[in-house]
């Protein structure tokens, strides 16, 4: 688990880093805002000593442990806690992090599942004093790291759609053995990111309509826009979906043209053979009285009526279109 802290106000900033939860302590910014970041939510003792500290409730300290928790959003007395989760791409896979907020009057805490400096546009803005955060609250802290959270979304979808439109080009590629195995785990990626943001449109809402002194009237144009752009983030996640179906309709059509095709020429050969077969049968039983057996020119005679016959059944089919 690593601990960091932020302090700042409209005349500076300063950051500090601790191995403890009482060292971070000591760090607290009475007068202005702060923020404490900590990642890695597997310390349980550091984390229910910060718990301690500020009031934190124990169902809110097994949500943040919880990695498997949804989206939500749950006003207390003291504070607001939301939980979603962080998506990002490492080496072609999507890597899901749980992050957790609890919003206090003067505090930001955070919490990240995966060890990762996520929120590192955040800090330089504070420290290089750039736009208005450090003349807001912490209730504008909380919409921006939500909001770096939910444009991260977007750059995942970007990918994912470039990855999309490649494969609607190899959908009709009838020798593309590694198509179906990456398109079906395309589709359980988009799956996943499914359950990890229509849950999160809700609680955006639901944040919405909270009347809470920690959330400015001024800022709910800014949660409002976040708010949309999950919504958007959403139903792009649902028209992929529908384009990876549509995907896979055109490659079982591919493949089921194919494989009518192959039985269409595997009946046609078969169909030229059955009056062959007998012929070659009916002069393949070796009886004593059959008067062609005699004849010097049976043989020949027998090959060219096969042959005229296949090459008239052939002509028969072309007439007809059926090859």
Not at 63 to 71: K, L, M, S, T
Not at 240 to 253: C, D, I, Q, T
Request: aromatic share 10%; proline share 4%.
């Amino acid at each position: 688990m690593q601990l960091s802290i932020i302090g700042y106000d409209p005349i500076g900033s300063w950051t500090r880093t601790a191995a403890a939860v009482d060292e971070l302590l000591q760090y607290r910014n009475p007068a202005g805002i702060t923020w404490i970041n900590v990642e890695g939510t597997d310390g349980g003792e550091a984390i229910t000593r910060l718990a301690e500290a500020y009031n934190i409730h124990p169902l809110t300290i097994e949500d943040i442990q919880n990695a498997e928790q949804r989206p939500k959003a749950e006003e207390f007395d003291q504070y607001l806690f939301i939980c979603l989760k962080a998506i990002s791409q490492k080496d072609g896979e999507l890597v899901f992090d749980h992050i957790s907020l609890v919003i206090l009057e003067h505090t930001v805490i955070s919490f990240q599942q995966l060890p990762g400096d996520s929120f590192n546009s955040i800090r330089k803005r504070i420290m290089n004093n750039a736009g208005k955060i450090r003349r807001l609250g912490t209730d504008y802290l909380s919409y921006l790291l939500l909001d770096s959270v939910v444009d991260e979304y977007f750059l995942v979808l970007d990918a994912l759609g470039d990855r999309i439109e490649k494969f609607e080009e190899r959908a009709v590629d009838e020798n593309d053995c590694g198509f179906i195995p990456e398109l079906q785990n395309t589709k359980q990626k988009l799956l996943h990111m499914r359950r990890v943001i229509w849950p999160l449109r809700e609680s955006l809402s639901l944040l919405l309509k909270m009347d809470s002194p920690l959330l400015s009237r001024d800022l709910m144009p800014f949660f409002k826009d976040l708010q949309e752009n999950a919504v958007q983030a959403a139903e792009t996640v649902e028209t992929y979906r529908e384009l990876m179906a549509g995907v896979m309709e055109v490659n079982l059509s591919v493949m089921s043209n194919r494989m009518n095709s192959v039985m269409k020429v595997l009946t046609i050969i078969s169909t030229l053979f059955i009056p062959l077969t007998f012929i070659a049968g009916v002069y393949g039983m070796n009886f004593a009285n059959m008067p062609e057996l005699s004849n010097p020119y049976a043989y020949p005679v027998t090959w060219g009526v096969m042959i005229v016959i296949a090459l008239g059944m052939l002509f028969f089919f072309k007439r007809r279109h059926w090859f």
